[in-house]
């Protein structure tokens, strides 16, 4: 969380995202190296206008948008009351943890809210906003394309809304060839290459990872 502090407080103030990245990640002990540990800078961007207090609340505004949206979508395919209440609580207890702690600093939850949001507002006539909150979504987030992808499969029977999904595919690529090129140009005589990101802890991880992924985190 510092970390992402630090680059957005560097970013406001004119500074380049890359170079800056990568002095902090070497600075605090993070690989630079493959160039996909380098967040993509979209969310940075949006902390550096927005400011902390800012890009908090912006968070927790997305969340109850689309909270809201998905009960109205509930509600107008005909699903039972008894259901859209379950829909609800369990919707619901997933997004507060938007409003807990430093999570707006972390961009899986901003992809989150945002794939959340593009399901909700989506319809075979009225497609094209879901389309580009998945874009927005993946250009946070790159372990966002798996829904682009799913999202392509679904709509493959209508040829316009299919070319849009793949669009967003091509287009997102496009984006992340030119982030790797520019984290590729900032790194370091010597990178720091990352060991993993996959590490096998036994069950206290797999509970700890649950905590911290909800709103158990704040008890």
Sequence with gaps: VDLYRETAAKVAAGADYYS???????????????????????????EAALGP?????????????????????????????????????????????TAVGPVAWFHDAWAGVLIVLAIAVRSEKVWWPSVLLGLAAVCVRELALPFL?????????????????????????????????AVQ??????????????QFGGVPFLLASVR???VLSAV
């Design 149 to 181: 992808l799913v999202m392509l499969v679904v709509a493959w029977p209508r040829r316009r809304e299919a070319a849009a999904w793949g669009g967003a595919i091509v287009a997102f690529c496009g984006v992340y060839l030119l982030h790797a090129l």
């Design 53 to 97: 207090v800012g890009t908090s609340v912006a968070l927790v505004a997305l969340a109850v948008i689309a909270l809201l949206a998905t009960m109205v979508r509930l509600e107008r395919a005909g699903i039972g009351f008894a259901e859209r209440l379950a829909a609800l609580v369990l919707l619901g207890a997933g997004l507060a943890l």
């Design 185 to 198: 140009a900032a790194q370091p005589p010597v990178p720091v290459v990352s060991q993993g990101w996959l």
């Design 212 to 214: 911290m992924s909800s």
């Design 20 to 46: 800056t990245v990568i002095a902090w990640q070497l600075q605090h002990g993070y690989p630079t190296s493959p160039f996909m540990v380098v967040r993509l800078p979209t969310l940075t961007f949006v």
